[in-house]
C-alpha cells in the first residue's frame, strides 16, 4: 500500500492488494447467489442469514456486517417498505413480495460487498417495475 499526498488522502493498492480485494468480493457475490437461491414464500429473513453464515464459512471468510456497530446478523435484508440495512428476522416471505439483500466478506484483511433486489415468487407488474428502475439507475 502506497499513500500518495497526504492531503489528497490517496491510497495505491499493490498488485497483491488488489487480487485479495477480487477474492473478499468474489466471495461477497458469490455467497449472496447463493442466499438468492433460497429466496422464496415461507422462508424467513433468519433463514437467508443463516445460509449466509454457513456458506461465507464454507470459503474461509467471516461476514463482514455482523459485529459491526453492533449490528447482529450476517445480512441486510429489507422487504417492501423497510428501508436499507433491515436486520434479518423472523418475518416469513410472501409470494409478491420485493427483499433487498446485502452482504459483505472479509477475507484476509480485505472486504468485499454485493447487493442485490430481487422478487420474492411470481411477482406483479409494479413490483417489476421498481425492480427494473432500480437496476436501470444502476
Known amino acids: 500500500m502506497t499513500q500518495i499526498g497526504h492531503e489528497a488522502g490517496i491510497i495505491l493498492k499493490s498488485p497483491r492488494e488488489l487480487e485479495q480485494m477480487r477474492q473478499a468480493s468474489w466471495v461477497a457475490a458469490v455467497v449472496l447467489e447463493e442466499v438468492a437461491k433460497k429466496v422464496r414464500p415461507g ?23 455482523k459485529g459491526y456497530r453492533g449490528f447482529p446478523a450476517s445480512i441486510c435484508t429489507s422487504v417492501n417498505e423497510e428501508v436499507v440495512h433491515g436486520i434479518p428476522g423472523n418475518r416469513v416471505l410472501k409470494e409478491g413480495d420485493i427483499i433487498s439483500l446485502d452482504f459483505g466478506a472479509q477475507l484476509n484483511g480485505f472486504h468485499g460487498d454485493a447487493a442485490m433486489t430481487m422478487g420474492v415468487g411470481r411477482i406483479g407488474s409494479k413490483a417489476q417495475k421498481i425492480i427494473d428502475a432500480a437496476r436501470g439507475a444502476l
Open 43 to 65: 422462508v424467513t429473513t433468519a433463514e437467508l442469514d443463516d445460509v449466509a453464515v454457513s456458506e461465507v464459512r464454507k470459503r474461509g471468510a467471516v461476514a463482514s456486517f
